[in-house]
């Protein structure tokens, strides 16, 4: 089977709708799939990879330390949003240390979230060839 | 072209789920192929036999049913995102001890690995949801 250039984009909390558990869960099919899998937050959806997320109070199960796998899924592409960011005010120190070893460099733990502009967003969208949006 | 389709939202709840079939069938009208319709999150409600609509107002179960049946369409619900919304066809339902199902003639249920093979077999893959 060939490989494509697969992108999630993820819009919403991870709170409140089921779209982002949902989203996570099609990330990890697509991985086994062995397909060129990349990540996108943007909107809300920069709170889904925010850190020290409780969400005991509204009875709901805390995924969000699944995002720390998607490096072992050899998914090591978490493209965020920096307008999202800042309209919230938050900053890359708000997330979760998301990291992959790079098994070209020694395995070497290197950072998996990459902070995008509207227009590297948009460039990076180009060179997609599947996009899902949650 | 070769289409996936995936639908992710419910019918009469929101309007993806009547433009997602509307853009189907006007794809299947100019001769593309529909490689699969798949259906996830809160579109996987639109694989029950058991809604009944105003009289005056749309099928959309059904639709999805005629459509499939004219065109041997491939309509696939998630399994997991099925399990959590009570859709569930006879082997399935038996599996989890339920005394009834209601899957729509022509849908079938399987996993998501039937969406990710629809966007890599395809030419396009369109999303209808939120």
Known sequence: MSTKN?????????????????????????????????????????????????????????????????????ITKLYVSSESLAERGLTVDDLMELTYEDADDDYAEKPSIILANREEMAAMMAEQEVILSF | MKYTILVNEGPYQHQSADTALQFTRAALEKGHEIFRVFFYHDGVNNGTRLTVPPADDRLIQKAWTELAE????????????????GIMD????????????NIAPGFRISGLGQLVEGGIQSDRLVVFGD
């Not at chain 1, 909390?13 to 996570?24: D, H, R």
């Open chain 1, 6 to 74: 697969f992108l999630f984009v993820n819009r919403k909390a991870p709170y409140g709708t089921i779209y982002a558990l949902e989203s996570l869960e099609v990330v990890l099919i697509s991985a086994a799939f062995e397909q060129n899998v990349s990540l996108a937050f943007i909107d809300d959806g920069v709170y889904q990879i925010t850190k020290g997320q409780n969400s005991k109070g509204i009875g709901m199960k805390n995924f969000s330390p699944t995002y720390r796998a998607l490096g072992d899924y050899d």
């Open chain 2, 70 to 85: 004219k065109h041997g369409l491939d309509l696939v619900i998630c399994i997991a995102a099925a399990q959590r919304r």
């Open chain 2, 90 to 101: 006879a082997d399935e339902a038996k599996r989890q001890g339920l005394d009834a199902n």
